[in-house]
């Protein structure tokens, strides 16, 4: 559950620095680098966990940023036209980005221009659970989409004492269903997500909540936070 929510933040965190001014001069500034974040989950009964997670920028090719994350995966991104596009790396000893994109469909991440009240679609899943009893516990896994839109693009936040200015915020809305059979009735979803960036450091801050109308799932929260030294 945890993976897939650093999944999707690691995709924002890579389209911002590719695309804010719609070139790639930015990747050049975070190669070699090494990002480091804290992690906040809060599950249905409300148990905190905190943990640190990196990502390490591997050099650029052409329009390619790719990066290792610390559990070893290997994942890039693709810049053109129409916006910023993921691909994961399924082969790790494939050298050629641009032959490791010839299978699959390239995933729409943010579309051109970067603007206020710009708006598109990302493909998703949740990750609550239903929980029934002590021992039955089912992922949910379901897909819905989630619609994003620029906000802001000079919000000023405070993170760790550290005043971070002109960050562009975007907030992310989904809501999907499912019956899980009697006695349960029908199960109502809603995602909201909120990414502050930095044009010149990524995202600082990222939040995700996943709530339900069940207290069979009930409601689960994900923060993730830059660190500075």
Known sequence: MKKKFVNAFFLFF??????????????????????????????????????????????????????????????????????????????EKEINYESATSNGTEKLILAFPIEKGREWQTSDFTTIKLKMGFDRIYNTNLP???????????????????????CILISGYGSTSFDPGPPLSIIDIEIFSKTWYSKNLGVIKYEREESSNSATTGNIVYKKTMLFD
């Open 14 to 91: 890579v389209f911002l620095i590719i695309g804010c001014s719609e070139n790639s001069e930015h990747m050049s500034q975070i190669t070699g680098k090494t990002h480091f974040y804290e992690i906040i989950f809060q599950d249905k009964d409300k148990q905190v966990s905190t943990y640190r997670q990196s990502y390490y920028f591997l050099p650029k090719s052409k329009n390619f940023l790719p990066a290792i994350k610390n559990n070893g995966e290997i994942i890039f991104f693709l810049q053109n036209e129409k916006g910023i596009s993921k691909k994961k790396l399924i082969n």
């Open 144 to 166: 819905f989409k989630l619609k994003n839109q620029i906000i802001k693009t000079n919000d000023t936040i405070l993170v760790n004492g550290k005043k971070i200015k002109d």
